[in-house]
Protein backbone atom coordinates (compact mmCIF):
# COMPACT_ATOMS: atom_id res chain seq x y z
CA UNK A 1 0.00 0.00 0.00
CA UNK A 2 2.64 2.33 0.67
CA UNK A 3 4.47 1.62 -2.38
CA UNK A 4 1.81 2.02 -4.42
CA UNK A 5 0.83 5.40 -3.02
CA UNK A 6 4.46 6.81 -3.52
CA UNK A 7 4.34 5.41 -6.91
CA UNK A 8 1.62 7.62 -7.56
CA UNK A 9 2.79 10.85 -5.93
CA UNK A 10 5.42 10.53 -8.26
CA UNK A 11 2.80 11.37 -10.74
CA UNK A 12 1.03 14.30 -9.19
CA UNK A 13 0.74 16.22 -12.66
CA UNK A 14 -2.69 15.71 -14.74
CA UNK A 15 -0.47 15.77 -17.78
CA UNK A 16 -3.45 17.96 -19.44
CA UNK A 17 -1.72 18.00 -22.87
CA UNK A 18 -1.38 14.61 -23.41
CA UNK A 19 -5.36 14.80 -23.71
CA UNK A 20 -4.51 16.96 -26.50
CA UNK A 21 -1.31 15.89 -28.35
CA UNK A 22 -2.27 11.68 -27.88
CA UNK A 23 -5.46 11.90 -29.38
CA UNK A 24 -4.17 14.39 -32.39
CA UNK A 25 -1.55 11.71 -33.25
CA UNK A 26 -4.07 8.91 -32.70
CA UNK A 27 -6.27 11.01 -35.52
CA UNK A 28 -3.03 11.17 -37.65
CA UNK A 29 -2.26 7.67 -37.52
CA UNK A 30 -5.87 6.21 -38.34
CA UNK A 31 -6.74 8.51 -41.12
CA UNK A 32 -3.28 7.58 -42.42
CA UNK A 33 -3.88 4.17 -41.93
CA UNK A 34 -6.68 4.21 -43.69
CA UNK A 35 -6.57 6.23 -46.52
CA UNK A 36 -2.83 4.23 -47.27
CA UNK A 37 -5.30 1.06 -47.28
CA UNK A 38 -8.44 2.33 -48.58
CA UNK A 39 -6.89 4.89 -51.37
CA UNK A 40 -4.79 2.19 -53.39
CA UNK A 41 -7.42 -0.53 -53.53
CA UNK A 42 -10.52 2.04 -54.67
CA UNK A 43 -8.35 4.34 -56.33
CA UNK A 44 -10.25 2.96 -59.66
CA UNK A 45 -13.86 3.63 -57.76
CA UNK A 46 -12.61 6.92 -56.73
CA UNK A 47 -11.76 8.06 -60.41
CA UNK A 48 -15.17 6.36 -61.77
CA UNK A 49 -16.78 8.54 -59.28
CA UNK A 50 -14.88 11.71 -59.95
CA UNK A 51 -16.84 11.06 -63.38
CA UNK A 52 -19.70 12.26 -61.88
CA UNK A 53 -18.83 15.47 -60.23
CA UNK A 54 -18.47 18.82 -61.95
CA UNK A 55 -17.37 22.82 -60.36
CA UNK A 56 -20.53 23.73 -62.37
CA UNK A 57 -23.95 23.43 -60.76
CA UNK A 58 -26.08 21.50 -62.79
CA UNK A 59 -29.15 23.35 -64.38
CA UNK A 60 -32.63 21.60 -64.33
CA UNK A 61 -34.58 24.21 -65.10
CA UNK A 62 -37.03 23.61 -68.21
CA UNK A 63 -36.01 27.58 -69.64
CA UNK A 64 -33.85 27.86 -73.18
CA UNK A 65 -31.96 31.01 -74.19
CA UNK A 66 -33.46 33.07 -76.62
CA UNK A 67 -30.42 34.82 -78.51
CA UNK A 68 -32.40 35.28 -81.71
CA UNK A 69 -32.43 38.97 -82.90
CA UNK A 70 -33.96 39.49 -86.34
CA UNK A 71 -31.45 40.87 -89.16
CA UNK A 72 -31.60 42.13 -92.49
CA UNK A 73 -27.90 40.76 -93.20
CA UNK A 74 -28.03 38.28 -95.98
CA UNK A 75 -30.79 39.02 -97.82
CA UNK A 76 -31.11 38.89 -101.46
CA UNK A 77 -29.71 42.35 -101.53
CA UNK A 78 -26.81 41.36 -99.72
CA UNK A 79 -25.90 39.00 -102.91
CA UNK A 80 -23.62 41.44 -105.02
CA UNK A 81 -22.38 41.26 -108.43
CA UNK A 82 -18.76 41.61 -108.57
CA UNK A 83 -16.45 41.95 -111.96
CA UNK A 84 -13.04 41.12 -111.56
CA UNK A 85 -10.40 40.74 -114.31
CA UNK A 86 -13.46 40.70 -116.99
CA UNK A 87 -14.95 37.73 -115.20
CA UNK A 88 -18.44 37.72 -113.50
CA UNK A 89 -18.45 36.37 -110.33
CA UNK A 90 -21.08 35.93 -107.59
CA UNK A 91 -19.65 36.92 -104.22
CA UNK A 92 -21.29 36.50 -100.86
CA UNK A 93 -20.73 38.97 -98.11
CA UNK A 94 -18.59 36.67 -95.09
CA UNK A 95 -19.23 37.03 -91.39
CA UNK A 96 -15.90 36.16 -88.91
CA UNK A 97 -17.31 33.03 -87.00
CA UNK A 98 -15.87 34.72 -84.23
CA UNK A 99 -18.03 37.93 -84.64
CA UNK A 100 -21.33 35.94 -83.65
CA UNK A 101 -22.49 34.67 -80.57
CA UNK A 102 -22.05 30.69 -81.49
CA UNK A 103 -25.67 29.16 -79.95
CA UNK A 104 -25.27 27.07 -76.54
CA UNK A 105 -27.15 23.75 -76.39
CA UNK A 106 -30.90 24.43 -76.28
CA UNK A 107 -30.45 27.63 -77.19
CA UNK A 108 -33.34 29.41 -79.55
CA UNK A 109 -30.83 31.17 -82.12
CA UNK A 110 -33.14 31.84 -85.20
CA UNK A 111 -36.26 31.29 -86.88
CA UNK A 112 -37.60 28.58 -89.51
CA UNK A 113 -40.16 29.30 -92.24
CA UNK A 114 -41.38 27.67 -95.19
CA UNK A 115 -43.55 30.41 -95.96
CA UNK A 116 -45.50 27.47 -98.84
CA UNK A 117 -46.04 24.91 -96.22
CA UNK A 118 -46.99 27.49 -93.66
CA UNK A 119 -44.28 27.00 -91.39
CA UNK A 120 -43.19 29.72 -89.18
CA UNK A 121 -41.52 28.75 -85.85
CA UNK A 122 -38.52 28.92 -83.51
CA UNK A 123 -35.19 27.44 -84.24
CA UNK A 124 -32.99 25.72 -81.80
CA UNK A 125 -29.51 24.49 -81.34
CA UNK A 126 -29.99 21.18 -80.36
CA UNK A 127 -33.42 18.19 -81.46
CA UNK A 128 -34.07 17.15 -77.82
CA UNK A 129 -37.45 17.22 -76.30
CA UNK A 130 -37.43 20.61 -75.03
CA UNK A 131 -36.12 21.74 -78.12
CA UNK A 132 -38.82 20.01 -79.96
CA UNK A 133 -42.06 20.77 -77.96
CA UNK A 134 -41.23 24.98 -78.62
CA UNK A 135 -39.80 24.29 -82.21
CA UNK A 136 -37.57 22.75 -84.19
CA UNK A 137 -33.78 21.80 -83.90
CA UNK A 138 -30.80 21.32 -85.86
CA UNK A 139 -29.17 18.04 -84.50
CA UNK A 140 -25.65 19.28 -82.82
CA UNK A 141 -23.56 16.42 -84.66
CA UNK A 142 -24.61 18.94 -87.52
CA UNK A 143 -23.67 22.73 -88.60
CA UNK A 144 -25.31 25.88 -88.20
CA UNK A 145 -26.34 27.64 -91.18
CA UNK A 146 -22.97 29.66 -93.10
CA UNK A 147 -21.08 27.20 -92.27
CA UNK A 148 -20.56 25.35 -95.36
CA UNK A 149 -21.44 21.81 -93.69
CA UNK A 150 -24.64 19.77 -93.77
CA UNK A 151 -27.39 20.81 -91.68
CA UNK A 152 -30.07 18.36 -90.31
CA UNK A 153 -33.32 19.65 -88.94
CA UNK A 154 -35.27 17.45 -86.60
CA UNK A 155 -39.16 18.67 -86.27
CA UNK A 156 -42.86 16.81 -84.74
CA UNK A 157 -44.96 15.61 -87.55
CA UNK A 158 -47.90 16.52 -85.44
CA UNK A 159 -47.02 20.19 -84.70
CA UNK A 160 -44.23 22.40 -85.98
CA UNK A 161 -43.11 20.31 -89.20
CA UNK A 162 -46.85 19.05 -89.59
CA UNK A 163 -46.89 21.50 -92.63
CA UNK A 164 -44.02 19.58 -94.72
CA UNK A 165 -47.00 17.34 -95.66
CA UNK A 166 -47.08 20.08 -98.27
CA UNK A 167 -43.53 20.60 -99.10
CA UNK A 168 -42.68 20.08 -102.58
CA UNK A 169 -39.52 20.39 -104.84
CA UNK A 170 -38.60 24.46 -105.58
CA UNK A 171 -40.17 25.71 -102.68
CA UNK A 172 -38.40 28.20 -100.61
CA UNK A 173 -37.28 27.27 -96.87
CA UNK A 174 -35.95 30.91 -95.53
CA UNK A 175 -33.72 30.12 -91.46
CA UNK A 176 -33.49 33.98 -90.25
CA UNK A 177 -30.54 34.09 -87.38
CA UNK A 178 -28.81 36.97 -85.46
CA UNK A 179 -25.61 36.86 -87.70
CA UNK A 180 -27.94 36.35 -91.14
CA UNK A 181 -30.75 35.11 -93.23
CA UNK A 182 -30.43 32.33 -95.45
CA UNK A 183 -32.14 30.68 -98.26
CA UNK A 184 -32.35 26.77 -99.32
CA UNK A 185 -34.33 25.68 -102.38
CA UNK A 186 -36.16 22.33 -101.86
CA UNK A 187 -34.54 19.76 -104.00
CA UNK A 188 -35.93 16.54 -103.06
CA UNK A 189 -38.43 14.32 -100.58
CA UNK A 190 -38.10 11.14 -99.30
CA UNK A 191 -39.91 8.63 -97.12
CA UNK A 192 -36.86 6.39 -95.58
CA UNK A 193 -36.93 4.16 -92.33
CA UNK A 194 -35.84 5.44 -88.90
CA UNK A 195 -32.02 3.68 -89.28
CA UNK A 196 -31.46 4.28 -93.25
CA UNK A 197 -28.05 5.77 -92.83
CA UNK A 198 -28.05 6.77 -96.11
CA UNK A 199 -30.25 9.06 -95.76
CA UNK A 200 -28.08 12.08 -95.41
CA UNK A 201 -24.71 12.29 -95.24
CA UNK A 202 -23.42 14.63 -92.16
CA UNK A 203 -19.52 14.34 -93.32
CA UNK A 204 -20.48 16.42 -96.85
CA UNK A 205 -18.23 19.31 -97.58
CA UNK A 206 -20.90 21.43 -98.51
CA UNK A 207 -23.89 23.37 -97.42
CA UNK A 208 -27.32 21.21 -97.09
CA UNK A 209 -30.44 21.27 -95.58
CA UNK A 210 -31.61 18.50 -94.61
CA UNK A 211 -35.06 18.68 -92.40
CA UNK A 212 -37.20 14.93 -91.36
CA UNK A 213 -39.96 14.25 -89.29
CA UNK A 214 -41.67 11.29 -88.55
CA UNK A 215 -43.89 9.83 -91.30
CA UNK A 216 -47.03 9.12 -92.24
CA UNK A 217 -48.53 12.82 -91.02
CA UNK A 218 -51.55 12.73 -88.91
CA UNK A 219 -51.67 9.45 -86.99
CA UNK A 220 -51.34 8.57 -83.44
CA UNK A 221 -48.30 6.55 -81.91
CA UNK A 222 -44.75 6.47 -83.06
CA UNK A 223 -44.04 5.29 -86.69
CA UNK A 224 -40.84 3.59 -87.82
CA UNK A 225 -40.55 5.71 -90.90
CA UNK A 226 -39.20 9.30 -91.62
CA UNK A 227 -39.87 12.06 -93.80
CA UNK A 228 -37.12 13.51 -95.27
CA UNK A 229 -37.00 17.09 -96.94
CA UNK A 230 -33.32 18.06 -98.98
CA UNK A 231 -32.94 21.36 -100.19
CA UNK A 232 -29.99 22.99 -101.29
CA UNK A 233 -27.89 26.49 -100.65
CA UNK A 234 -29.21 29.33 -102.17
CA UNK A 235 -27.94 32.51 -100.40
CA UNK A 236 -27.04 33.89 -97.01
CA UNK A 237 -23.88 35.56 -95.28
CA UNK A 238 -20.69 32.49 -95.32
CA UNK A 239 -19.11 31.64 -91.87
CA UNK A 240 -15.43 32.34 -91.76
CA UNK A 241 -14.31 29.73 -89.37
CA UNK A 242 -10.28 30.76 -90.70
CA UNK A 243 -10.74 33.70 -88.02
CA UNK B 1 20.63 -0.75 -11.95
CA UNK B 2 19.33 0.42 -8.71
CA UNK B 3 15.39 -0.73 -7.85
CA UNK B 4 14.21 2.53 -8.45
CA UNK B 5 15.11 3.10 -12.04
CA UNK B 6 13.66 -0.38 -12.89
CA UNK B 7 10.34 0.76 -11.25
CA UNK B 8 10.72 3.89 -13.70
CA UNK B 9 11.49 2.09 -16.85
CA UNK B 10 8.57 -0.51 -15.99
CA UNK B 11 6.50 2.07 -15.35
CA UNK B 12 7.12 3.50 -18.69
CA UNK B 13 6.93 0.57 -20.69
CA UNK B 14 3.20 0.03 -18.94
CA UNK B 15 2.59 3.63 -20.18
CA UNK B 16 3.38 2.93 -23.11
CA UNK B 17 1.68 -0.24 -23.51
CA UNK B 18 -1.67 1.33 -22.10
CA UNK B 19 -1.30 4.18 -24.68
CA UNK B 20 -1.08 1.65 -27.35
CA UNK B 21 -4.32 -0.66 -26.37
CA UNK B 22 -5.77 3.00 -26.14
CA UNK B 23 -4.88 3.85 -29.52
CA UNK B 24 -6.28 0.77 -30.62
CA UNK B 25 -9.21 1.50 -28.58
CA UNK B 26 -9.52 4.69 -30.89
CA UNK B 27 -9.13 2.93 -34.10
CA UNK B 28 -12.25 0.35 -33.20
CA UNK B 29 -14.36 3.58 -31.80
CA UNK B 30 -13.74 5.37 -35.10
CA UNK B 31 -14.78 1.77 -37.35
CA UNK B 32 -17.36 1.04 -35.48
CA UNK B 33 -18.76 4.41 -36.07
CA UNK B 34 -17.96 4.24 -39.48
CA UNK B 35 -19.61 0.56 -40.21
CA UNK B 36 -22.83 1.83 -37.93
CA UNK B 37 -23.48 4.24 -40.10
CA UNK B 38 -23.55 2.17 -42.75
CA UNK B 39 -25.54 0.15 -41.47
CA UNK B 40 -28.15 2.45 -40.61
CA UNK B 41 -27.82 4.24 -43.82
CA UNK B 42 -26.55 2.41 -47.10
CA UNK B 43 -27.91 -0.65 -45.85
CA UNK B 44 -31.33 -0.01 -44.78
CA UNK B 45 -33.92 0.31 -46.81
CA UNK B 46 -36.03 2.03 -44.49
CA UNK B 47 -33.13 5.09 -44.90
CA UNK B 48 -33.49 5.44 -48.74
CA UNK B 49 -37.22 5.64 -48.63
CA UNK B 50 -36.41 8.45 -45.87
CA UNK B 51 -34.66 10.32 -47.80
CA UNK B 52 -36.94 9.87 -50.60
CA UNK B 53 -39.79 11.38 -48.68
CA UNK B 54 -37.65 13.91 -46.77
CA UNK B 55 -36.76 15.63 -50.98
CA UNK B 56 -40.25 14.98 -52.28
CA UNK B 57 -39.25 12.47 -54.66
CA UNK B 58 -41.99 10.85 -55.50
CA UNK B 59 -43.90 14.26 -56.51
CA UNK B 60 -40.61 15.54 -58.72
CA UNK B 61 -40.16 12.32 -59.85
CA UNK B 62 -43.58 12.13 -61.31
CA UNK B 63 -43.74 15.33 -62.56
CA UNK B 64 -40.27 14.66 -64.87
CA UNK B 65 -42.24 12.19 -66.07
CA UNK B 66 -45.18 14.08 -66.81
CA UNK B 67 -42.86 16.25 -69.04
CA UNK B 68 -41.28 13.06 -70.78
CA UNK B 69 -44.65 12.17 -71.77
CA UNK B 70 -45.71 15.57 -73.29
CA UNK B 71 -42.97 15.28 -75.44
CA UNK B 72 -43.90 12.20 -76.24
CA UNK B 73 -47.29 13.19 -76.78
CA UNK B 74 -46.08 15.98 -78.88
CA UNK B 75 -44.30 12.99 -80.97
CA UNK B 76 -47.56 11.06 -81.20
CA UNK B 77 -49.82 13.30 -82.48
CA UNK B 78 -51.55 13.81 -78.62
CA UNK B 79 -52.09 16.85 -77.13
CA UNK B 80 -50.22 17.58 -73.57
CA UNK B 81 -53.58 17.06 -71.98
CA UNK B 82 -53.56 13.45 -72.38
CA UNK B 83 -50.03 13.18 -70.74
CA UNK B 84 -51.29 15.73 -67.93
CA UNK B 85 -54.62 13.22 -67.41
CA UNK B 86 -52.74 10.69 -67.42
CA UNK B 87 -49.94 11.47 -65.14
CA UNK B 88 -52.26 12.79 -62.19
CA UNK B 89 -54.48 9.77 -62.56
CA UNK B 90 -51.65 7.38 -61.79
CA UNK B 91 -49.63 6.88 -58.69
CA UNK B 92 -46.21 5.99 -58.82
CA UNK B 93 -44.83 5.74 -55.20
CA UNK B 94 -45.91 2.12 -54.90
CA UNK B 95 -44.00 0.75 -57.89
CA UNK B 96 -40.75 3.18 -56.36
CA UNK B 97 -41.45 1.37 -52.94
CA UNK B 98 -41.34 -2.12 -53.79
CA UNK B 99 -38.46 -1.36 -56.38
CA UNK B 100 -36.07 -0.17 -53.08
CA UNK B 101 -37.19 -3.18 -51.27
CA UNK B 102 -36.46 -5.45 -54.09
CA UNK B 103 -33.48 -3.57 -54.50
CA UNK B 104 -32.72 -4.69 -50.76
CA UNK B 105 -33.92 -7.80 -50.44
CA UNK B 106 -31.88 -9.11 -53.09
CA UNK B 107 -34.55 -9.73 -55.63
CA UNK B 108 -34.78 -8.73 -59.20
CA UNK B 109 -34.80 -5.21 -59.90
CA UNK B 110 -36.50 -5.37 -62.88
CA UNK B 111 -39.34 -3.01 -63.02
CA UNK B 112 -42.92 -4.53 -63.92
CA UNK B 113 -44.21 -2.15 -66.56
CA UNK B 114 -47.22 -4.31 -66.89
CA UNK B 115 -49.61 -2.37 -64.88
CA UNK B 116 -48.57 1.06 -66.48
CA UNK B 117 -48.88 -0.20 -69.97
CA UNK B 118 -52.33 -1.42 -69.19
CA UNK B 119 -53.08 1.95 -67.93
CA UNK B 120 -51.24 3.97 -70.84
CA UNK B 121 -52.93 1.75 -73.34
CA UNK B 122 -56.86 2.41 -72.30
CA UNK B 123 -55.96 6.16 -71.59
CA UNK B 124 -54.95 6.32 -75.13
CA UNK B 125 -57.46 4.15 -76.35
CA UNK B 126 -60.14 6.70 -74.97
CA UNK B 127 -58.42 9.37 -75.64
CA UNK B 128 -58.26 9.01 -79.70
CA UNK B 129 -62.29 7.77 -79.37
CA UNK B 130 -63.00 11.46 -77.88
CA UNK B 131 -60.59 12.99 -80.60
CA UNK B 132 -60.23 11.22 -83.70
CA UNK B 133 -60.55 13.73 -86.78
CA UNK B 134 -61.32 12.92 -90.04
CA UNK B 135 -57.86 11.21 -91.67
CA UNK B 136 -56.60 10.83 -88.47
CA UNK B 137 -54.88 7.10 -89.11
CA UNK B 138 -54.92 4.76 -85.84
CA UNK B 139 -52.68 2.44 -87.09
CA UNK B 140 -52.20 -0.85 -84.19
CA UNK B 141 -47.94 -1.19 -84.63
CA UNK B 142 -47.89 2.46 -84.41
CA UNK B 143 -49.88 2.61 -81.09
CA UNK B 144 -47.80 0.04 -79.58
CA UNK B 145 -44.41 1.58 -80.16
CA UNK B 146 -45.96 4.23 -78.11
CA UNK B 147 -46.82 2.37 -75.35
CA UNK B 148 -43.58 0.77 -75.37
CA UNK B 149 -41.59 4.08 -75.33
CA UNK B 150 -43.92 5.34 -72.77
CA UNK B 151 -43.10 2.34 -70.63
CA UNK B 152 -39.45 3.01 -71.13
CA UNK B 153 -39.88 6.20 -70.32
CA UNK B 154 -42.23 4.61 -66.54
CA UNK B 155 -38.85 2.74 -66.18
CA UNK B 156 -36.09 5.17 -66.28
CA UNK B 157 -38.14 7.25 -64.09
CA UNK B 158 -37.96 4.36 -61.45
CA UNK B 159 -34.75 3.27 -62.24
CA UNK B 160 -32.18 4.78 -59.98
CA UNK B 161 -28.99 4.47 -61.67
CA UNK B 162 -26.11 1.61 -60.04
CA UNK B 163 -28.33 0.67 -57.58
CA UNK B 164 -28.22 -2.79 -59.64
CA UNK B 165 -24.07 -2.75 -59.31
CA UNK B 166 -24.57 -1.92 -55.48
CA UNK B 167 -27.47 -4.41 -54.73
CA UNK B 168 -25.06 -6.85 -55.39
CA UNK B 169 -22.41 -5.59 -52.69
CA UNK B 170 -25.03 -4.74 -50.39
CA UNK B 171 -26.43 -8.41 -50.64
CA UNK B 172 -22.70 -9.68 -50.13
CA UNK B 173 -22.00 -7.30 -47.49
CA UNK B 174 -24.67 -7.21 -45.17
CA UNK B 175 -24.04 -10.16 -42.86
CA UNK B 176 -19.67 -9.84 -42.89
CA UNK B 177 -20.56 -5.77 -41.72
CA UNK B 178 -22.74 -7.05 -39.01
CA UNK B 179 -20.82 -9.93 -38.18
CA UNK B 180 -17.86 -6.76 -37.65
CA UNK B 181 -19.98 -4.56 -35.86
CA UNK B 182 -20.07 -7.32 -33.01
CA UNK B 183 -16.61 -8.33 -33.40
CA UNK B 184 -15.88 -4.30 -32.76
CA UNK B 185 -17.98 -4.13 -29.68
CA UNK B 186 -16.79 -6.90 -28.16
CA UNK B 187 -12.80 -6.22 -28.83
CA UNK B 188 -13.11 -2.77 -27.64
CA UNK B 189 -15.23 -3.89 -24.81
CA UNK B 190 -12.30 -6.56 -24.02
CA UNK B 191 -10.08 -3.78 -24.19
CA UNK B 192 -11.37 -1.06 -22.06
CA UNK B 193 -11.65 -3.80 -19.63
CA UNK B 194 -7.96 -4.28 -19.84
CA UNK B 195 -7.08 -0.74 -19.61
CA UNK B 196 -9.51 -1.00 -16.62
CA UNK B 197 -8.53 -3.88 -14.74
CA UNK B 198 -4.89 -4.33 -14.62
CA UNK B 199 -3.92 -0.98 -13.99
CA UNK B 200 -2.45 -0.54 -10.55
CA UNK B 201 -4.59 2.97 -10.23
CA UNK B 202 -8.18 1.87 -11.48
CA UNK B 203 -9.39 5.52 -12.18
CA UNK B 204 -5.97 5.60 -14.72
CA UNK B 205 -8.35 3.71 -17.25
CA UNK B 206 -10.41 7.28 -17.74
CA UNK B 207 -7.60 8.61 -19.20
CA UNK B 208 -7.21 6.33 -21.49
CA UNK B 209 -10.58 5.89 -22.70
CA UNK B 210 -10.46 10.00 -22.79
CA UNK B 211 -7.48 9.84 -25.61
CA UNK B 212 -9.55 7.07 -27.46
CA UNK B 213 -13.09 8.87 -27.60
CA UNK B 214 -11.39 12.18 -28.07
CA UNK B 215 -9.08 10.93 -31.10
CA UNK B 216 -12.33 8.98 -32.05
CA UNK B 217 -14.46 12.25 -32.17
CA UNK B 218 -11.31 13.86 -34.01
CA UNK B 219 -11.09 11.18 -36.65
CA UNK B 220 -15.23 11.40 -37.16
CA UNK B 221 -14.75 14.87 -37.44
CA UNK B 222 -12.44 15.71 -39.93
CA UNK B 223 -13.75 13.58 -42.48
CA UNK B 224 -17.67 14.72 -41.78
CA UNK B 225 -16.00 18.25 -41.52
CA UNK B 226 -14.18 18.10 -45.31
CA UNK B 227 -17.18 16.75 -46.71
CA UNK B 228 -19.47 19.30 -45.46
CA UNK B 229 -17.07 22.11 -45.81
CA UNK B 230 -16.18 20.84 -49.60
CA UNK B 231 -19.93 20.69 -50.43
CA UNK B 232 -19.02 18.01 -52.59
CA UNK B 233 -22.13 15.91 -52.85
CA UNK B 234 -23.97 19.43 -53.92
CA UNK B 235 -21.42 19.04 -56.97
CA UNK B 236 -22.96 16.17 -58.30
CA UNK B 237 -23.92 15.63 -61.70
CA UNK B 238 -26.91 13.58 -62.11
CA UNK B 239 -29.52 13.90 -65.12
CA UNK B 240 -32.84 15.07 -63.33
CA UNK B 241 -33.50 17.21 -60.40
CA UNK B 242 -34.59 14.32 -58.72
CA UNK B 243 -32.28 11.99 -58.59
CA UNK B 244 -29.90 15.14 -57.78
CA UNK B 245 -31.75 15.84 -54.83
CA UNK B 246 -32.31 12.64 -53.64
CA UNK B 247 -28.55 11.62 -53.72
CA UNK B 248 -27.71 14.46 -51.84
CA UNK B 249 -29.83 13.94 -49.49
CA UNK B 250 -28.83 10.17 -49.43
CA UNK B 251 -25.02 10.80 -49.14
CA UNK B 252 -25.57 14.13 -46.90
CA UNK B 253 -27.42 12.18 -44.37
CA UNK B 254 -24.49 9.45 -44.08
CA UNK B 255 -22.23 11.87 -42.80
CA UNK B 256 -24.73 13.28 -40.26
CA UNK B 257 -24.40 10.12 -38.31
CA UNK B 258 -20.59 10.84 -38.48
CA UNK B 259 -21.42 14.24 -36.65
CA UNK B 260 -23.77 12.45 -34.21
CA UNK B 261 -20.80 9.82 -33.38
CA UNK B 262 -18.58 12.70 -33.04
CA UNK B 263 -20.67 14.88 -30.68
CA UNK B 264 -20.86 11.81 -28.57
CA UNK B 265 -17.41 10.67 -28.61
CA UNK B 266 -16.74 14.23 -27.50
CA UNK B 267 -19.10 13.90 -24.73
CA UNK B 268 -17.80 10.50 -23.78
CA UNK B 269 -14.35 11.89 -23.85
CA UNK B 270 -14.82 15.09 -21.35
CA UNK B 271 -16.66 12.87 -19.42
CA UNK B 272 -13.83 10.37 -19.00
CA UNK B 273 -11.72 13.50 -18.68
CA UNK B 274 -13.38 15.26 -15.80
CA UNK B 275 -13.97 11.75 -14.13
CA UNK B 276 -10.10 10.75 -14.07
CA UNK B 277 -9.40 14.67 -13.65
CA UNK B 278 -11.88 14.19 -10.27
CA UNK B 279 -10.11 11.06 -9.22
CA UNK B 280 -6.80 12.07 -9.92
CA UNK B 281 -7.19 15.47 -7.38
CA UNK B 282 -8.62 13.29 -4.46
CA UNK B 283 -6.37 10.61 -4.91
CA UNK B 284 -3.80 13.35 -4.61
CA UNK B 285 -5.25 15.51 -2.03
CA UNK B 286 -5.48 12.45 0.28
CA UNK B 287 -1.81 12.06 0.15
Not at chain 1, 178 to 189: F, M, P, V
Not at chain 2, 20 to 45: D, E, K, Q, Y
Not at chain 2, 56 to 66: C, I, K, P
Not at chain 2, 243 to 270: D, R, S
Request: charged share 20%; aromatic share 14%; glycine share 6%.
Amino acid sequence: MHNKHHHHSSHRSLNGKNFIILPIVFCVLILGIASAIIIPNTMRFINMASMFFSDNPHDFSDEFKNIYVPTSEGLEEDVKEETSNAQSKKTTKTVPITDIEYPDYSDQFGEFIIEDCNIKCPLFYGDGDLQLNYGVGIYTGSFIPGYGRPILVAGHNATYFNGLKYAQKGQTILIRTSYGNYKYEITDIAVKKYNDKSAYDLGAREETLTLYTCYPFDQFGLTSQRCFVYAKYVSGPKLDISR
Amino acid sequence: MSEKRKKKSSSKLRTFVYVVMSFFLALILFLLSVCVSLRVTVFSPDYMLQAMSNREYYTQVTEEMRGQLESLAHASGLSSEFANDFTAGYDMREDIVSYVDSFYSGKSTLINTTNFKQKFRASLDAYIEENKKEGTEVKESSLEYLVNEAADIYTNSIEIPFFSVLANYIGKLSMPLNITIIALVLIGGIITAILFLTNEFRHRGYRYLSYAFIAAFLCDAVIAGTVTISGIFGKINLATRSLYNLFVEYFNGIFVYFWIFAAAFIVFGLVFFFTFAGKHRKLVNSH
